[in-house]
């Protein structure tokens, strides 16, 4: 069921690009939404204060595993995005989900192939995968 939703989502992405059909087009609307995201969350920060960031060096113990690291390593976010901030991030991600999608289609790729894909090899390679 999974499969059809995200498929049908690619094909609707592909009836409804018009404008922006160029590779060339696709790719600096990647970049552009993706700088949005980013702008997003420091608004969140900066503007609204539903979330703080409070960054430091992340340290864990020498004698620490691998399978130790998720309590050590922090994610530096403090508070919870509000009602406002979460909708705007939500749009600029969707935003830069419907470009990916795009890219695949100009590509020949199959979206849900892909997060199958990485789904797999997440599940294979576990935490190494990202090491």
């Not at 409070?54 to 390593?73: G, M, W």
């Not at 508070?79 to 939500?90: A, H, I, R």
């Not at 979206?111 to 599940?123: A, C, G, Q, V």
């Amino acid at each position: 069921m999974k499969d059809i939703i995200v498929d049908d989502l690619q094909n609707t992405v592909d009836e409804y690009l018009l404008r922006h059909r160029s590779i060339i087009d696709i790719l600096t609307k990647i970049q552009e939404s993706s700088a949005r995201i980013n702008r997003a969350v420091a608004k969140s920060v900066t503007e609204c204060g539903c979330i703080r960031i409070n960054a430091s060096k992340q340290e864990t113990p020498p004698d620490a595993t691998l399978e130790d690291a998720r309590k050590y390593f922090k994610t530096h976010v403090e508070g919870q995005l509000c009602e406002n901030c979460k909708e705007v991030l939500e749009t600029e991600i969707g935003n830069n989900i419907f470009y990916i999608i795009a890219l695949c289609n100009v590509l020949g790729l199959n979206f849900y192939d892909i997060l199958l894909k990485k789904h797999k090899e997440l599940n294979t390679l576990g935490i190494f995968n990202m090491l």
